[in-house]
């Protein structure tokens, strides 16, 4: 059974950084690209940054481009995205998901079957 697991949110001053971190089981890492969502409270599920697999491409929405750093271990089946300079507009539940689809230069959630529950980050003073 494919589990997705986040963990890493929590409260942020403006400015600051978190690392997320999202562990994959029941399914070989080294063989999937895994995308990081996030859906902010009446808004709809943005997709904000995918890793590729075997060439490790990786692909970031513009809000968060220079920011934010997407990365894989696949010996640990982790995901991470570590978040710096976090602004409030950042505040969200990310998700991670596997696959990554890219149209016209916005990361969609197409097809992708299997997902995390998600992990809250609210950036606030």
């Known amino acids: 059974q494919v589990q997705l697991v986040e963990s890493g949110g929590g409260l942020v001053q403006p400015g600051g950084s978190l690392r997320l971190s999202c562990v994959v089981s029941?399914?070989?890492?080294?063989?999937?690209?895994i995308t990081w969502f996030r859906q902010a409270p009446g808004k709809k599920r943005e997709g904000v940054s995918c890793?590729?697999?075997?060439?490790?491409?990786?692909y970031y929405a513009e809000s968060v481009k220079g920011r934010f750093t997407i990365s894989r271990d696949n010996a640990n089946d982790t995901v991470s995205l570590q978040m710096n300079s976090l602004k409030p507009d950042d505040t969200a539940v990310y998700y991670c998901?596997?696959?990554?689809?890219?149209?016209?230069?916005?990361?969609?959630?197409?097809?992708?079957?299997?997902w995390g529950k998600g992990t809250l980050v609210t950036v606030s003073s």
């Open positions: 998901a596997i696959g990554c689809t890219v149209v016209a230069g916005v990361l969609e959630d197409y097809g992708i079957r299997f």
């Open positions: 029941g399914f070989t890492l080294d063989y999937g690209a």
């Open positions: 890793i590729r697999r075997g060439d490790d491409w990786t």
